[in-house]
């Protein structure tokens, strides 16, 4: 499977403050995720990240508020923007060969983020 | 995306096997069973996934019954390292090719 690298693995940030997440895929991939997991909860779809186009999102989350670039096949960020204390959580992204191949995601460890 | 139950939580001897049950009774017939683990502090890891056949490999075997309306995520010989939490996820993995995530299954393996 693919080694997904995702940068920083943790960091400390004041509220209002911003911090771009990057994850990096040693392989070319189809489809890229980013997913949020709050403190002692499971993980929740963030968005799609789609090459050349916007990023698809889930409800409950706007690109204003995590604005995501995917500008080739292997590589992603998210932004976290103006942050408060209620985002602090680890985000995940996750990586797919083929849209309808049924090929599982596959995860890097994620970005522990805290914010004071 | 079919919901899944799983119980909270599971014990397990070290060398046993450790059967995880989940119930998927809405699931639709292009939908997949996806199982994955987190041990604390990591991503996600994946397991195995299947359709409708039984499904092995160097991790773990996926039995799903008949009716697809539940499955059993078998480790063989469960070792302390295999502590996590288990989560049982359906998707069709096609144009809305997104997990859902559940509370997963926390298995504990005593020594």
């Known amino acids: 499977s693919a080694v997904i690298s995702q940068k920083p693995s943790r960091d400390i940030c004041q509220r209002g403050t911003s911090l771009t997440i990057q994850c990096q895929v040693d392989?070319?991939?189809?489809?890229m995720f980013w997913y949020r997991q709050q403190p002692g909860q499971s993980l929740t779809l963030i968005a799609t990240?789609?090459?050349?186009?916007?990023?698809?999102?889930e409800s409950g989350f706007v690109i204003d508020k995590f604005p995501i670039s995917r500008p080739n096949l292997t590589f992603s960020t998210l932004t976290v923007s103006n942050m408060s204390p209620e985002d602090s959580s680890i985000y995940l992204c996750?990586?797919?060969?083929?849209?309808?191949?049924?090929?599982?995601?596959?995860f890097g460890d994620g970005t522990r983020l805290s914010i004071l | 995306d079919a919901k899944t139950t799983q119980p909270t939580s599971m014990d397990c001897a070290e060398g046993r096997a450790a059967n995880l049950p989940c119930n998927h009774s809405?699931?639709?017939?292009?939908?997949?069973v996806y199982w994955y683990r987190q041990i604390h502090s990591q991503g996600p890891q994946y397991i195995i996934h299947?359709?409708?056949n039984n499904e092995t490999n160097e991790m773990a075997s996926l039995i799903i019954t008949e009716d697809r309306k539940s499955s059993t995520l078998i480790l063989p010989h469960a070792t302390l390292r295999d502590t996590a939490v288990y989560y049982c996820?359906?998707?069709?993995?096609?144009?809305?090719?997104?997990?859902?995530f559940g509370k997963g299954t926390l298995l504990t393996v005593n020594p």
């Open positions: 809405t699931i639709s017939g292009n939908e997949y």
């Open positions: 996750s990586v797919a060969g083929r849209q309808g191949s049924n090929q599982p995601q596959h």
């Open positions: 392989s070319q991939v189809t489809m």
């Open positions: 996820i359906v998707s069709d993995g096609g144009s809305n090719y997104k997990l859902t």
């Open positions: 299947g359709l409708k």
């Open positions: 990240a789609n090459q050349g186009s916007e990023a698809t999102y």
